[in-house]
């Protein structure tokens, strides 16, 4: 079992909704991620998070809008999306940082389970 | 311009076999990392392996080992004895430097017949 939740794990909204997804991990890590996967594709990095604070947004949109509340929970609110935002939104953590050598390393992600995520 | 390339979009493998899954890199920094990962059609992305830039032997974890050749830039991952189970998209991927982004190759979807 993955110890990233993140919920729901489907969502439907139309234009004009406001929703947001959610991330929890209990692994102690101090960085997380959002990635966006539309379908066929690999995953896009959207936003790090180290140590609470906003490291890395990839000109990411502003109706996307990242908020990490504590160390645990990484939020991502949604507004005026576009049908073309349909896609997996993939939520990962992992230690700040980079890895040491070694089988694991500490800066190794891991991914929740997703949402898929339908603008009508 | 793409420095993580998987040139197999598809790959097929016969049950019990071995099955190698091409990935070539590009990067100038000297420090960097290399994972690989599994995605079945459930979506999650389960990490498989990893092949730091300094590390002197070929990575192993069970049946998953890479073939790094740090010359040619390319680390691939083989398969051994390969299970239905296997059948999935992998993807490879490189953490560059003491960046926390880690950039993704287009993926391999490999089937396992039985």
């Known amino acids: 079992d993955t110890e990233v939740t993140q919920t729901p794990k489907h969502l439907v909204m139309g234009m004009t909704n406001k929703k947001s997804l959610k991330c929890e991990q209990h692994m102690g890590h101090r960085a997380m991620y959002w990635y966006k996967q539309k379908a066929k594709k690999p995953p896009e990095l959207m936003f790090v998070?180290?140590?609470?604070?906003?490291?890395i947004n990839e000109s990411v949109p502003s109706r996307f809008s990242p908020e990490c509340p504590n160390s645990s929970l990484l939020n991502l609110h949604l507004h005026a999306l576009q049908p073309e935002d349909s896609a997996l939104y993939l939520c990962?953590?992992?230690?700040?940082?980079?890895?040491?050598?070694?089988?694991?390393?500490?800066?190794?992600?891991?991914f929740g389970p997703g949402t898929r995520l339908t603008v009508l | 311009a793409q420095k993580i390339t998987q040139t197999q979009p598809g790959m097929f493998v016969q049950e019990k076999e071995a099955v190698t899954l091409d990935c070539t890199y590009d990067?100038?920094?000297?420090?960097?990392?290399l994972f690989w990962y599994k995605q079945p059609s459930s979506g999650e992305m389960i990490f498989l392996i990893y092949?730091?830039?300094?590390?002197?032997q070929n990575a192993t974890e069970g049946r998953y080992s890479l073939n790094f050749q740090k010359a040619r830039k390319s680390a691939n991952l083989v398969i051994s004895a390969s299970q239905l189970g296997d059948s999935a998209m992998y993807f490879c991927?490189?953490?560059?430097?003491?960046?926390?982004?880690?950039?993704f190759g287009a993926g391999t979807r490999l089937t396992v017949k039985p």
């Open positions: 998070y180290s140590y609470e604070k906003l490291s």
């Open positions: 092949q730091g830039s300094y590390d002197q």
């Open positions: 990067t100038s920094d000297p420090s960097y990392g």
């Open positions: 991927a490189m953490r560059e430097g003491e960046n926390n982004d880690m950039r």
């Open positions: 990962a953590s992992s230690h700040p940082g980079q890895g040491t050598s070694g089988r694991v390393p500490a800066d190794t992600q891991y």
